[in-house]
Structures are given as structure tokens and as C-alpha cells.
């Protein structure tokens, strides 16, 4: 019996450091996501000169200037609505043209004329990761993209390759859909579960082995 035990014992002892290592990744990224959602929310900036993601993914900027009726129309889909359009609007600011993501509108109000307005715009700068492999080309005739591509979105606006996300509505008939943290996976609590339920399941086997072993000896 020293052999399956050592065996049982072995394996959930791997389980087990399984599962505290994914406890540690947990603290890691919920510390991660909490300082995340701290400077998301601090205090808003002037918009750099020449911003990186590297450098200032998540600034909350702020800057004031004037939509233009120049537009992407991405297909996408939030909770609060379903499926909806996203207002990608182009947006000159202090001799600058950005890209300003203002938001979602239902699917009927897509081809709503939405004049320039002139903005005082607080959001964050952004930079999301929607475009692989599987991602289809815009569909320029329907004015439709299906993703937040922002080198390809820039060059179709002719903008800076810069994207405020809008923290408040920039018109009442557009759901601004500020930047947060909640697009982050954080899936480690659940991996810990797992790897601690294996272990007692395993040592449960074993110990069901073993006497098992006993009572055909």
C-alpha cells in the first residue's frame, strides 16, 4: 500500500501548489485591475503631444473642440441595448484631428445624421485589442466595421492614430460606453477552485484505493 499512497499523496501535493499558484496570480491581477481602475479615474490631462500606448493606455485626457460629421459605424454588442451600433466620430482639437469613441446607438439609428457639435470632451485614451485573424474586413459600401481597428480607422478619417473614449454623453441619442476594467479577464479564482477540488477528489480516490486494497487483502 506505500506505493499508491505515496502516488495519491504525490499528485494532490501537485494539485494543491497548482492551486496556490493560481491564488497568487489572483492577488497579482486583482492589485493589477485595482490600480487599472485607479488611473482610469484620475484626475483628466491635456491630451500629449505624441501618446503611446506604451506610455498612456488608460490617461483620462481632456480637451475641448468639435465633432465633425466624418464617422465609423462599428457593429458591436453591449448588455444595456444588444446589438447596437458604436459612434466612432472624428474630433479637432487644437489644430488636431483624433478619433473620438462616443458611444452606442441602436441598430435603427445608424444612418441618423449627427451634426458637428462643438465638445468638451473628459475621456481616456484607449487602444483596444478587438482585431484577429477571424475579424472581417469593414464593409465600406454598408458602413460597416466590426472592430475598434485604430491604425486602419485613422487612416480612413485621416486622423491621428488616437482614440479618446467619451466618459460622458456628447449627444443625447448616443450611450457613451466609458473605458473600465471589467473587459480584463480574471479567471484565476476559478482555476484555484479547480486545482484544490482536484486535489480532494484525488486524495478521495486514493483513499477509496487503499481501502479498497484492504478489504481484497
Known amino acids: 500500500m506505500i506505493i499508491p499512497l505515496l502516488f495519491g499523496l504525490i499528485g494532490a501535493a501537485i494539485l494543491m501548489s497548482l492551486g496556490n499558484w493560481q491564488h497568487q496570480r489572483l492577488n497579482w491581477k486583482t492589485a493589477v485591475l485595482a490600480d487599472i ?80 457639435t462643438e465638445l468638451s470632451v473628459t475621456g481616456n485614451l484607449y ?7 477571424s475579424t472581417p474586413a469593414p464593409d465600406i459600401t454598408a458602413s460597416i466595421w466590426y472592430a475598434r481597428d485604430i491604425p486602419a480607422m485613422a487612416a480612413a478619417l485621416n486622423t491621428e492614430p488616437v482614440l479618446i473614449v467619451a466618459r460622458d454623453a456628447t449627444d443625447p441619442a448616443i450611450t457613451p460606453f466609458p473605458v473600465d476594467s471589467s473587459a480584463i479577464p480574471n479567471n484565476h ?15 478521495g480516490m486514493t483513499g477509496y484505493f ?8
Open 210 to 217: 487503499l481501502w479498497r486494497m484492504r478489504r481484497t487483502a
Open 37 to 116: 481602475d485607479a488611473a482610469i479615474l484620475a484626475d483628466p490631462v491635456a491630451v500629449p503631444a505624441m501618446p503611446t500606448q506604451a506610455d498612456h493606455e488608460y490617461l483620462p485626457v481632456i480637451a475641448d473642440g468639435t465633432t465633425t460629421t466624418d464617422e465609423i459605424t462599428i457593429l458591436a454588442s453591449t448588455k444595456q441595448i444588444g446589438a447596437a451600433y458604436r459612434i466612432i466620430s472624428v474630433f479637432e482639437t487644437d489644430g488636431r484631428r483624433l478619433l473620438l469613441d462616443r458611444g452606442f446607438v441602436p441598430l435603427v439609428d445608424k444612418d441618423t445624421p449627427r451634426p458637428a
Open 127 to 133: 487602444w483596444p485589442d478587438e482585431v484577429n485573424s
Open 189 to 203: 479564482l476559478e482555476y484555484v477552485l479547480t486545482w484544490y477540488g482536484l486535489a480532494i477528489v484525488w486524495l
